[in-house]
Nanobody
Framework: QVQLVESGGGSVQSGGSLRLSCAAS????????LAWFRQAPGAERVIVAG????????NYADSVKGRFTISRNNAKNTVYLQMNSLKPEDTAVYYC??????????????????WGQGTQVTVSS
């Protein structure tokens, strides 16, 4: 049974940093892509950053490029999202997701098979 468990959310002031973690279990993710999505109140769930486990290639939403970094730790089967220079508009629930179509270059939430429960990030001005 695949499980994705997020942690690391919280409240910070504008300009601050947080690191989110997603502990993945239940299978090998060597041929998966993992991603972080976020959903603000009243808004759709959107991609923030993605990583292909087998190639370590990454992609980012334009809104977070240069501020956020996605990475993985093979030994811990964990994906991280380092978030720096946080802005109030980064406030959202952040979700970790996994998909076996590691080769896909599209990032709709409907493509992802497994989801974590989400972790709240609140950035105050």
């Amino acid at each position: 049974q695949v499980q994705l468990v997020e942690s690391g959310g919280g409240s910070v002031q504008s300009g601050g940093s947080l690191r989110l973690s997603c502990a993945a279990s239940g299978r090998s993710f060597s041929n998966y892509r993992l991603a972080w999505f976020r959903q603000a109140p009243g808004a759709e769930r959107v991609i923030v950053a993605g990583i292909r486990w087998n190639t370590d290639s990454t992609n980012y939403a334009d809104s977070v490029k240069g501020r956020f970094t996605i990475s993985r730790n093979n030994a811990k089967n964990t994906v991280y999202l380092q978030m720096n220079s946080l802005k109030p508009e980064d406030t959202a629930v952040y979700y970790c997701a996994a998909d076996s179509r590691w080769y896909s270059n599209t990032y709709s939430p409907t493509e992802y098979e497994y989801w974590g429960q989400g972790t709240q990030v609140t950035v105050s001005s």
